[in-house]
């Protein structure tokens, strides 16, 4: 099966050896996704919500130029540093998902690169073959 890398275009993608996003025949894996604008600064710093809405809008613009949307999203998982705020990063991730309902993980991580950075989502996705 054909294999699609997409990239976001940060530096670390090249020095640490990792996509965005990989396409495999129907599979999209997107990874590890934090709240880190095209300048490379955290956004949403000290909120959990607006982070997890950042990141699930980078996470649809990976998927679409997959050729895919968030309806075809089949697993998330959050890794959070604080799960005493899972209520406010379910209810950012509830607006996206609330129809859908892939099958979710959400745990708690000692840290991520950045201290700003509350939290992080990797979400798998299945595309029906033509």
Do not use: C
């Amino acid at each position: 099966m054909a294999r699609t890398n997409i990239s976001s275009g940060t530096k670390w993608e090249r020095s640490v050896g990792y996509s965005r996003a990989v396409r495999v025949g129907p599979h999209i894996h997107v990874a590890g996704t934090t709240a880190i604008n095209a300048s490379g600064a955290v956004v949403g710093a000290g909120d959990a919500f607006a982070q997890t809405k950042f990141i699930l809008r980078k996470i649809e613009d990976a998927l679409g130029e997959a050729g895919a949307s968030m309806f075809q999203v089949v697993r998330t998982r959050m890794f959070v540093t604080d799960i005493s705020r899972f209520e406010e990063v379910g209810r950012a991730h509830g607006e996206v998902f609330r129809d859908i309902r892939p099958a979710s993980t959400m745990v708690q991580v000692t840290a991520l690169v950045d201290p700003e950075m509350l939290i992080e989502i990797e979400v798998d996705a299945y595309v029906e073959p033509d």
